[in-house]
């Protein structure tokens, strides 16, 4: 079964700055998606970025980017000029591209904090 | 931008009742999930459901749980006898496509007394 890892359970990082939130996960498939997710307090979780495993490149969103080293199963988050708006849970989550599994296996997640 | 609803937010219950947690799903996608999150613990899946039928459920959605899709807008979540450990925040998500990008809700605190 895969699994995710998010092994720190807290971050800081000052306004401007960059942070990056590590997940490493374990399966046994060579195709599958993996996400980022960000919950501001009180609210849903937002889709921050998407990679899929067979693309070789990193994914980027404005100032977020992921570094997935795929034979060391790691997909860590790279938060680039940080705002206060960023402060959240972030939660790092696998789906399989088995057919007919469509869940999201997600870590326990990381909440960052965003200093003045 | 659409947006998945989920009603109500808090909940507070008995052990041993029913409770029933809605969802209003994005408009034009076809599969809903429900997901659920123990205080300090991982968001864990509990069903898929796609053409008025479950495709994939855990282990946790035994038989004290249900979903359906009761008309063309609402998904809801029946427990059907709560118990402590039912205390949870739950998820509805939705998506297009079972391969596309799940949205999730803003999720339903449950707390069973």
């Known amino acids: 079964a895969q699994t995710v890892t998010q092994s720190q359970p807290e971050m800081s990082v000052q306004e401007a700055e960059t942070v990056t939130l590590s997940c490493t996960y374990d399966?046994?498939?060579?195709?599958?998606?993996l996400f980022w997710y960000k919950q501001p307090p009180s609210r849903q979780m937002i889709l921050v970025i998407r990679q899929e495993a067979y693309k070789q490149q990193n994914a980027t969103e404005n100032r977020f980017s992921v570094n997935f080293q795929k034979a060391a199963k790691s997909f860590s988050l790279k938060i680039s000029d940080s705002q206060l708006g960023d402060a959240a849970m972030y939660f790092c989550a696998y789906r399989s591209t088995t057919s007919g599994t469509y869940k999201y296996i997600f870590g326990t997640g990381t909440r960052l904090k965003v200093l003045a | 931008e659409p947006e998945v609803t989920q009603t109500p937010s808090h909940q507070v219950t008995q052990m041993g009742q029913e409770v029933i947690l809605r969802c209003v799903p994005i408009?034009?996608?076809?599969?809903f999930y429900w997901y659920r999150q123990i205080l300090g613990q991982k968001v864990e899946f509990l069903v898929s459901?796609?053409?008025?039928?479950?495709?994939?459920k855990s282990e946790i959605f035994d038989d004290q749980f249900s979903v359906e899709r009761p008309d063309g807008s609402n998904f809801t979540l029946k427990i059907r006898s709560t118990k402590l450990e039912d205390s949870a925040m739950y998820f509805c998500?939705?998506?297009?496509?079972?391969?596309?990008?799940?949205?999730f809700g803003p999720g339903t605190r449950l707390l069973v007394l």
């Open positions: 998500a939705s998506s297009e496509w079972g391969t596309e990008t799940q949205y």
């Open positions: 408009s034009n996608h076809l599969y």
């Open positions: 459901f796609y053409n008025n039928e479950i495709s994939e």
């Open positions: 399966t046994s498939e060579s195709d599958y998606y």
